[in-house]
């Protein structure tokens, strides 16, 4: 399967409100693996920034003077991703301001889900994170993605992270017979307990153990989401009192 992952840079939060695309970036995958083909370009946006927009990415009006607008570009953007399944974080946003661009230009060009499937990691994510806050930043955090060099927000760049996160949130469900996230977590799973007689006996963990068990299942938490270990719930045992 082709994928394209994707991320565009605006001049606000709002294409309602004349907001415009100013930046698109896309890397390709096919079969979960990075092709190497991507598509990015920077867009005059033929008009101001919000307040706190450029903040956000560093481009500014006179940057982008210069470069070409959406409408010399959208054919051959088109051509890169029709046909492919888009992946995006929040979607509805991208989606949205893409859509509006292709408004501008005529009815002819359609809408992008017309062209291409969509994917939203920001929803997986949500799915298998609930009650968590899943933006890339802190996805890249939990799956154990770099993104130390990060320090604006550019459509190329966050797309390339975004595809090793993708990668990393739906990694291990097919190679391990599951087809959803939450198929694994809907095997049955027997519990058995068991009587005794007088109190269980302590155990004493080392601190060093701990730290290196922790470390295991963070590990295995990054190529699969989440482990075995997560489906039960470890009660901590209060200290005796000496004697």
């Not at 051509?79 to 301001?97: P, R, T």
Request: charged share 30%; with cysteine.
């Amino acid at each position: 399967m082709r994928q394209i992952v994707l991320d565009t840079e605006t001049t606000g939060l709002s294409w309602e409100k004349g907001n415009r695309v100013v930046e698109i970036g896309c890397v390709e995958l096919f079969e979960r693996r990075p092709t190497g083909r991507t598509f990015h370009c920077y867009l005059n946006p033929e008009c101001e920034f919000e307040p706190g927009a450029q903040e956000v990415t560093g481009l500014t009006r006179e940057f982008l003077a210069d470069k070409p607008k959406f409408a010399e570009i959208a054919e051959e953007f088109l051509a890169f991703i029709d046909g492919a399944e888009l992946v995006i974080h929040n979607a509805a946003f991208d989606v949205g301001f893409l859509d509006s661009e292709l408004s501008r230009l005529g009815a002819q060009f359609g809408r992008i889900r017309e062209r291409a499937g969509v994917e939203d990691s920001l929803e997986l994510a949500r799915q298998r994170y609930p009650g968590q806050r899943n933006s890339l930043d802190a996805l890249c955090k939990r799956l154990g993605v770099d993104n130390s060099h990060r320090q604006l927000h550019g459509a190329l760049l966050d797309a390339q992270l975004l595809a090793e996160a993708y990668l990393a949130l739906t990694a291990g469900q097919s190679e391990i017979g599951f087809d959803s996230p939450s198929a694994a977590m809907s095997q049955t799973v027997v519990e058995r307990r068991f009587e005794t007689a007088g109190p269980r006996p302590r155990v004493h963990v080392e601190e060093a153990d701990i730290v290196a068990h922790e470390a295991r299942l963070a590990k295995i938490r990054s190529k699969g989401g989440r482990c075995v270990w997560d489906l039960f719930e470890i009660e901590p045992v209060a200290e005796l009192a000496p004697a």
